[in-house]
């Protein structure tokens, strides 16, 4: 009996992952195939993605499905959020695919503030500001480099242009749209008019697709170059949006934690809620899977232990240093534990956002609120660490205060999931069971939206439910 092969491409900031899924005594059965780095160059002063770079690990990984005779039949790719290519009419790159840590939208949010109000802003998108917005981005096109914008005949987010060079067809996808802060939570399409008075084309924004729709077949040179044909399926490609949708819960009030390089804490909604109230709670309303809303607060999340990793395996100088040192995620995580620093930051300060060094930055923060200063690897992860459970425990009840609603227990997907420490810490601090896994929960939920288009499921819950015989939960009390 032939297996049927589902391939998800999971491409965060730091890394992306080609992973197999297949049915098995009815669970789901995952297999990582190939993984590549990420990360931004820097040219001209300015942080960008490699475009042509990250296509080419996408052919390169689905090469690798037939060297391993486990040929897909569908596929789809998520990635970050806010970040777009423009295309002209021979549907060329025009200028660069910036990142968005880059530096240009400074001072943009009083650009756009003089055209619409903040508070305006929210009311009509539910998007909660970040100076990285795709709205910021537009605006520092429209002023620092206005003949891009003239150019123009295609916007399309980072995974919409990449299923365009392995299909041909250019589909805007919901989820990820959602995030330029252009979206209107009531039509569920882009505010045309919000888009205008921007000044922004408004030939570079059509229809919206949702997950699940079909995009095409793999173009002829694509289908060659890797050795087979399949539909590409349109996933949520916001990698959140398909990290929520594996929470594998089915009650009706879930909190989740969506726990990688950023932490999503939140709710899922019906309909989406942009009243001043949230708005001053810097809540964002992210489109979701079937029109659902994503509720949620953007806290800064691994990205600092990501940033601190990354300084001490380069030789960072500290007192006591010893060849060999093991800095990886769970060392850092255990032994954090067993440090005894008191010290908290505020783990949502811009200044944490793209420092010239994290732990200078921390350091910095404990030292300028009159703190012990952390100085070893597992004082500063210690630091960090408690951060973030202190800013879960005051988003959990801001969202509480917000929804009207208790939550008992705390959902964590993602890569965070597997932090041991970090789950007991906001167990303890949040005062609610934590409930950990999946940890591939993003390329989980890609799967899921072209299982689903594909009958595997029959729908969400019947998906969700899979998701937990198949990966089940640890159970922090």
């Not at 882009?190 to 949702?210: H, M, N, T, V």
């Not at 942009?274 to 899977?289: L, V």
């Not at 690897?377 to 459970?389: E, G, N």
């Amino acid at each position: 009996m032939n297996t049927t092969y589902y391939l998800a491409v999971d491409i965060g900031a730091s890394s992306g992952r080609h992973i197999l899924a297949h049915m098995e005594d009815g669970k789901i059965v995952l297999e990582e195939v190939y993984r590549f780095w990420n990360g931004n160059d820097t040219v001209d002063g300015h942080l960008v993605w490699d475009t042509e770079r990250l296509f080419s690990e996408v052919v390169a990984g689905m090469k690798k499905c037939t060297e391993l005779g486990k040929k897909p039949v569908s596929m789809g790719i998520d990635t970050w959020a806010v970040d777009y290519v423009l295309l002209d009419s021979d549907d060329s790159l025009i200028g660069k695919c910036y990142g968005y840590r880059d530096a240009r939208t400074e001072g943009m949010d009083e650009k756009v503030y003089e055209i619409i109000s903040r508070e305006e802003l929210y009311a009509r998108t539910g998007i909660q500001k970040a100076i990285f917005n795709t709205i910021y981005q537009l605006m520092a096109a429209k002023v620092e480099e206005p003949e891009t914008l003239e150019k123009a005949e295609s916007l399309l987010m980072v995974p919409d242009y990449l299923h365009f060079l392995l299909t041909g067809v250019k589909k805007q996808e919901y989820t990820n749209a959602t995030s330029t802060q252009l979206v209107n939570p009531e039509t569920n399409e882009w505010d045309l008019e919000l888009i205008g008075r921007l000044g922004y084309p408004a030939k570079l924004f059509g229809k919206l697709s949702q997950p699940g729709t079909f995009v095409g077949s793999l173009l002829p040179e694509i289908r060659e170059e890797v050795g087979y044909d399949l539909k590409v399926v349109l996933p949520a490609t916001h990698d959140t949006g398909s990290a929520v949708m594996s929470v594998p819960s089915n009650e009706e009030d879930v909190c989740y934690i969506s726990s990688g390089t950023w932490s999503l804490l939140g709710a899922e909604i019906m309909k989406a809620d942009t009243s001043p109230a949230a708005a001053a709670a810097n809540f964002t309303n992210e489109g979701g899977y079937d029109y659902r809303y994503r509720f949620l607060k953007n806290i800064m999340g691994l990205w600092m232990i990501q940033s601190v990793k990354r300084e001490f395996e380069a030789g960072y100088e500290y007192e006591g240093r010893k060849d060999g040192e093991d800095y990886g995620f769970a060392n850092l995580c255990d032994m954090a534990s067993r440090e005894e620093i008191a010290s908290v930051v505020d783990a949502n300060d811009a200044r944490f956002l793209a420092p010239a060094s994290m732990v200078a930055e921390v350091q910095a923060a404990c030292r300028e609120s009159g703190q012990e200063v952390p100085e070893t690897p597992w004082q500063i992860a210690r630091v960090i660490y408690r951060s973030l459970a202190e800013c879960y425990r005051k988003a959990v009840l801001e969202v509480e205060s917000l929804t009207g609603k208790h939550y008992d227990s705390i959902n964590i997907v993602g890569g965070g999931s597997k932090a041991d420490w970090l789950n007991r810490l906001t167990a303890e601090v949040t005062g609610r069971r934590v409930l950990a896994g999946p940890g591939e929960a993003t390329a989980i939920g890609n799967l899921g939206a072209q299982m689903i288009a594909d009958g595997v499921f029959a729908d969400l819950k019947a998906f969700r439910s899979c998701v937990f015989e198949s990966f089940g939960v640890r159970v922090y009390d």
